[in-house]
């Protein structure tokens, strides 16, 4: 199957500093990513919908100013939260649709705010 | 009213038995439906997809689908430890699009 990677696996930060996280598709082109935030014990939550070369579609309640998407590329959408506080640790996914419309998942970066 | 719901679990299950996994969803308007297993601190791998009311077998799992009571079920023959994990339902208007998971089952195989 296709392969999703993410970038970083794992990342540590201060409050009040930006943190960007990667997503690509390694092996296809991707014009649909989709981000999820998934807080311990609970479920997947959609963030935001990536489209290539246009504006992500972030859904109710997900701050655009604070959590800025950037698909600039087939194969490459970046997550960035901006000014993040302790209530940001989670652990963020990202999906990649190919041609076939499958959709494969990125394994995972875990952030924790400090 | 949750969009996606299953029971948070855990469901307990002896080793080689059948575990089934229910989920049920709100939106009529879903067309594609989703079981994934997500071990702890991982990210989910899709088990099995299905689009059309009825059942669909892959392996050791069971996939059964009614639209019309909005119902969507996972059957795990000859459960395994190592199928201990949670099991997330997740459904969508259709393939490529955004998914809505359920709040995930999680699954304890006793040896």
């Known amino acids: 199957g296709a392969v999703v990677s993410q970038h970083p696996s794992r990342v540590i930060c201060k409050s009040g500093t930006s943190v960007k996280i990667e997503c690509r598709s390694l092996?296809?082109?991707?014009?649909?990513m989709f981000w999820y935030r998934q807080f311990p014990k609970k479920s997947l939550m959609l963030m935001a919908t990536?489209?290539?070369?246009?504006?992500?579609?972030?859904e109710q309640g997900v701050e655009k100013d604070k959590f800025l998407i950037n698909h600039a590329s087939l194969t490459l959408s970046t997550l960035t939260v901006t000014s993040a506080h302790p209530e940001d640790s989670s652990f963020y996914i990202c999906?990649?649709?190919?041609?076939?419309?499958?959709?494969?998942f990125g394994p995972g970066t875990r952030l924790t705010v400090l | 009213q949750k969009e996606v719901e299953q029971n948070s679990g855990p469901l307990s299950v002896p080793e080689g038995a059948i575990a089934s996994l229910n989920c049920t969803y709100s939106?009529?308007?879903?067309?594609?439906f989703f079981w994934y297993r997500q071990y702890s601190g991982k990210s989910p791998e899709l088990i099995m997809f299905?689009?059309?009311?009825g059942d669909k077998e892959d392996g050791r799992f069971t996939a059964q689908l009614n639209k019309a009571s909005q119902y969507v079920s996972l059957l795990i023959r000859d459960s395994q430890p190592s199928d201990s994990a949670t099991y997330l339902c997740?459904?969508?208007?259709?393939?490529?699009?955004?998914?809505?998971f359920g709040g995930g089952t999680r699954v304890l195989v006793k040896p």
């Open positions: 999906s990649a649709i190919d041609r076939y419309n499958e959709q494969f």
């Open positions: 092996d296809f082109q991707a014009t649909t």
């Open positions: 990536s489209n290539e070369g246009s504006k992500a579609t972030y």
């Open positions: 939106d009529r308007g879903s067309q594609s």
């Open positions: 299905i689009y059309s009311n």
């Open positions: 997740a459904v969508s208007k259709a393939a490529g699009n955004k998914l809505t």
